[in-house]
């Protein structure tokens, strides 16, 4: 099946399943290790609600979705690209009339959030296995992009935001949350790369955002949005 999102020229994608994969042109697809084995992918959302929030980021889950709805509520009708779309736990706040392709590292995942999205009414989602820092999507396609609690898990967050200035149409907007380590009470281990509030806002600068905090006092968490300038 042909993708309904425009691909860079040179792009080839096999679909399997509700999932395309990067693919040579002999077909052989592209697989990337995750930082959460795809046989324990079912578990995902209970590690996440029940350990990673309250005790990795002293955060509730709750405020982390309310905040999100109210940020998001007046998002209808657009073209939205999420990195690091996890098991679909963007459906708790967006609308379902927004046109939505999802990209992750994890095949276990993706498929959980295929159901998810179908299942909410999203209308032909797309699903693809691919890193965040090297996206296969034509340029200046998308009004929205979403990174949430995906960006240190990324690790190069320079690639990451010049990804996004590309795929990303003119006044695009990017929503970010991501674990900072200021705010990182517990004091907790948290896997990944984390970068200062600071740090990301001259990151943001340096490619060609403004940045925007969004106010939400949350445990570790720090939610901002960055406009394409």
Known sequence: MIPMIPLKPDIHVVKKGTLYYLATDRNKIQRFKPWLCDSFSFLYDVIMERSVFPKKFGADVK???????????DVRG?????LGTGSGSAVNFLDHDNRYTGTD?????LKQAAKRFTKAGFLNP?????SADDLPFSSEIYDLCLCILSLNFIGNAKKVFQEV?????PNGIFVCVVPVPEKNIL????????YSETELSHICNEHGFQY????CDNGA?????????
Do not use: C
């Open 105 to 109: 590292v994890s095949p276990g995942l």
């Open 63 to 73: 405020q982390h979705y309310q905040t999100l709805s109210q940020e998001l509520a």
């Open 126 to 130: 797309e699903f693809y296995v691919v």
């Open 187 to 194: 004091k907790s281990t948290i896997r990944g790369v984390l």
């Open 212 to 215: 925007y905090p969004i106010s």
């Open 78 to 82: 657009k073209n939205i690209l999420e």
């Open 221 to 229: 968490l720090l939610y901002f949005k960055a406009i394409k300038q």
């Open 165 to 169: 200035n590309r795929i990303l149409l």
